[in-house]
């Protein structure tokens, strides 16, 4: 039986290599601890981080890559004129929000193509501007009194969906 150890050096020699293919987008993002929650899922799945540069998020990245190693981060500057960018650019665009003609996550593929996935303000979801933007949107099921997730929670089994892994 291997020993914890072994089982977590065993997890690193097949660890991903395709940084890039799969970007996480918290776009409007408001506490830092969903930004190092969201970091962490993005190192685990082989994604990268798409974040805007507002004054506090580089500390807040810093402070949440608890990993201490390089991660993938792309600096956006204005969110919009970004995510038209990368339509442009060939990438899908999955917004991960209860809207209008969303799939479920359990309908929604891995991800072959460059695939973003875009995350909605922690208090007012993604702005209706940027929805104009989204090839698709996918909403995660919920059967109990709360009638969102946390943002980070959201975003990671979007995450793990579209990476393939679970
Ligand atoms: C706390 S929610 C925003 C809630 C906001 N009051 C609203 O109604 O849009 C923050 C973000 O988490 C994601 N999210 C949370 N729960 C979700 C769910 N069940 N399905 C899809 N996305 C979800 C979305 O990206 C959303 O914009």
Redesign the pocket.
Known sequence: MSTRSELRANRRRRAHSCWGHIVAAPLWPMHGANLGTLLRTCDAVGACLAVPRLPWVPEALAKGNTLRHRSCVHFTGDPLRWLARQRESGSRVVG???AEGAIRLADLPAARAPTVAV????????PDDAVELLDEA???P?VGHGT????AV?GSLVLYKLSGLM
């Not at 995350?119 to 993604?126: N, Y």
Request: glycine share 10%; no cysteine; hydrophobic share 50%.
């Open positions: 991960v929000e209860l995350l909605g303000h922690e208090r007012t979801g993604i996918v909403e995660i919920m969102t997730l946390n943002v959201a």
